[in-house]
């Protein structure tokens, strides 16, 4: 009998969800609103019918091994979701508590989408056979997930990870969770259009993002920019990649990884993210890491890797139990 | 018959050694020089006659259970001393396969000084029952150790743990590792010199500090003018803890801990470096972790604690070995 574990990926404005083989192979995925459902409960039968209906679609016998979730704000010890200022449903929400019921005696695990995304890497994409290394995510903010010698570190009450916030420069730019300097105000979607906007003002130089407002820009037209040879927008990518690698060499003195993913969003840029990344990493590492630690792109990005990454936390308990 | 584990602390100038129970009662210890022997190999057998000596005044049966060995500069898993600076043997030292010979069929481990106390401070003092925290010590330097999951992090290389490395200035303090503005050359013995020395530049006031040469300066000096109630001493110390406290605040991001120990001769300030340090340190959390995280003495300090550190790492393989 084929066994899938099921893998959610829950996002502020949609959800998508598939059928994942122990091989990483999606047999099936569908999606739906997430907006439009404020009340959660509404919302878990929706996408419990979903899942059924996916299920009918596989043309076998199957056996579900668990349901892994990816979504903001998840705390995993406690399976809630705890104030998702994206998510339709305030405060603290059982949110696992809840759809187990509608998988009795399946595991249900819950974690944020950068920890899902680390697990994604160790068990389907390029960190298989690591079991120290980072994944950072650079979406509209950055998040990271850290694996400890082959476990995902969660602290104390499974909120570890948090290198977006992370000051990097006490008096720079204002983040959203009201301190200042934090790394993703620089390192993010959102940070290297901040950027932009930094460089017009410091030059004078004309630049077809004189001619774009600050809400119509986007990370993916910086990108564009940048691969098509515009300087300021490779200039752009130079300032985040010293951001992000400067904070990258603290990172590395504290847990000592063998590599670090970028993955997300501005991980398309190629080497006008990976270069200068790496190159301010390595000029600000300590000495005894220096030329040993690996800056790679993801080896699931693209390939619906927020719902492998989900589904990936049933089939790293799957391994554990049967080690 | 009584089990023991051996405990050695390797420093620059002595050798302590000693022999603990699993309660971390110590039965008796030694002290050989370190600086005395440029020659490895008769440094060990020096010191194998010491451990020797010192099983005979134990005045029962007993059963040595392993070596644990804390080192500058160890590395874990290779079992080498690695390029110490401050150690008599230059270049990478095979100290672990050397010294096993003396105990055939013994595990022998070793681990760096700040590690070591983690691990202690985990087996038998103040972290029992803990599974994710820190142990910073203030020495010459800065070390920390962390625990994740209850398992000290050592990450690819066992090179995990270098907090003391970590920039919180980037045009800040000359740091012996070559590069500027390390949480060591503020937070640590040689660190709250350099602010003495800071403070003296800036203010006119007089100060008994004014009359001691840079070199005659200790940190136990500042402490016990700290503790008499000296405004620059204590100044020094909030410059201290203000430094230590914003560069723990990113740590405990990263790590999330339970709590947080400072352990080594200016933890002996008490409330001089506490109050300025967890002040800080909750001023620049991120808001999840405000209030959560406890700054707390190490329940070793004292107590032949290095010693201790170092049997630990021995007694919790056993105690994983027995689960």
């Not at 056996?63 to 903001?72: E, S, T």
């Not at 960190?127 to 998040?143: C, E, H, P, Q, Y």
Request: hydrophobic share 40%; net charge neutral.
């Amino acid at each position: 009998m084929k066994r899938f574990a099921i893998g959610i990926d829950i996002g502020g404005t949609n959800t998508a969800y598939g059928l994942v083989d122990d091989t990483g192979h999606v047999y099936g995925e569908g999606v739906m609103s997430t907006r439009q459902y404020p009340d959660v409960d509404r919302y878990l039968e929706e996408l419990y019918i979903g899942i059924q209906q996916l299920l009918k679609t596989v043309d076998c016998r199957c056996d579900i091994v668990g349901v892994g979730i990816g979504a903001p704000n998840a705390n995993y010890f406690r399976g809630t979701i705890e104030n998702a200022p994206n998510l339709p449903w305030k405060g603290i929400v059982p949110f696992v508590e809840k759809f187990r019921r509608f998988f009795p005696g399946k595991p249900v695990l819950m974690t944020n989408d950068a920890k899902a995304a680390a697990i994604g890497e160790m068990t389907f994409g390029a960190a298989r056979g690591m079991k120290n290394f980072i994944v950072i995510t650079l979406g509209t903010g950055l998040g990271s997930g850290f694996v400890v010698d082959g476990h995902l570190m969660l602290g104390h009450d499974s909120l570890a990870g948090e290198l977006g916030h992370v000051i990097v420069n006490r008096t720079g730019r204002v983040c959203g969770c009201g301190r200042k300097g934090c790394l993703e105000t620089y390192a993010s979607a959102t940070g290297i259009k901040r950027t932009v906007f930094k460089l017009l003002a410091d030059h004078t130089e004309d630049s077809e993002f004189r001619r774009i407002t600050y809400n119509d820009l986007t990370a993916e037209m910086i990108t564009k920019a940048a691969l098509n040879g515009d300087p300021l927008a490779a200039e752009a990518y130079e300032y985040t990649g010293m951001m992000l690698g400067q904070a990258l060499a603290d990172a590395v003195a504290v847990t000592s990884p063998e590599a670090i993913f970028l993955f997300g969003g501005l991980a398309k840029a190629g080497k006008y993210i990976f270069e200068p990344t790496k190159k301010y990493m390595e000029m600000h590492l300590l000495s005894n890491f220096r030329n040993k630690v690996k800056l790679l792109p993801s080896g699931i990005e693209g390939m619906n890797a927020a719902i492998l990454g989900a589904s990936a936390l049933i089939w790293q308990q799957q391994a554990e139990r049967e080690a």
